[in-house]
């Protein structure tokens, strides 16, 4: 038997149960959809795009590179996590998965994936947002960070649970 068979067949089925609860939220906007859908999303991993920062040196050279060549840059690399605003509004862009990120906008970023909680603590560092959006393409939920951030009291409650 195959030990990663298991682990394949949990990760669909908590990315079919968070799809699913996402989409009971969509429907049925209410503590009732939201506590669950939250729950499921802190204990998921998530994907965030990011939007490499490199000097026009180690750009040029990364371009004129054949693929599979190795390159070595001069500079130092950063990512930075991608922004998107709607209106007068900035949310933090995180996606349940691959398939619900088009195409052009997966190709023009880095994605990282990372646990939701990780995810928040890095939308928390950056000034200007006003919350997190999840799957900003199809079916988006746009949380502000007063909603978002009852991941972190579920997470309470889950250890205050345990020690009882």
């Known amino acids: 038997a195959n030990p990663m068979a298991n682990n394949v067949s949990n990760v669909i089925n908590d990315d079919i149960i968070l799809v699913k609860l996402k989409q009971d939220f969509i429907r049925n906007k209410c503590d009732g959809t939201l506590m669950p859908f939250l729950k499921c999303l802190r204990d998921s991993k998530i994907i965030v795009p990011m939007t ?4 026009e040196a180690d750009l040029a050279k990364m371009e004129s590179a054949a693929d599979g060549e190795s390159i070595e840059l001069t500079d130092e690399v950063k990512l ?5 605003a709607g209106g007068d509004k900035k949310f933090f862009p995180v996606f349940t998965m691959e398939k ?3 195409a052009d906008f997966a190709d023009s970023h880095s994605l990282m994936t990372m646990p939701m909680v990780a995810a928040l603590n890095m939308a928390h560092r950056i000034d200007g947002l006003n919350g997190i959006v999840i799957d900003a393409f199809t079916h988006s939920v746009g949380l502000p960070f007063a909603l978002a951030d009852r991941i972190y009291m579920l997470g309470d ?8």
């Open 52 to 55: 490499m920062d490199m000097s």
């Open 157 to 164: 409650m889950d250890k205050a649970d345990k020690e009882e």
């Open 80 to 84: 930075r996590p991608e922004i998107l």
């Open 100 to 102: 619900y990120i088009p």
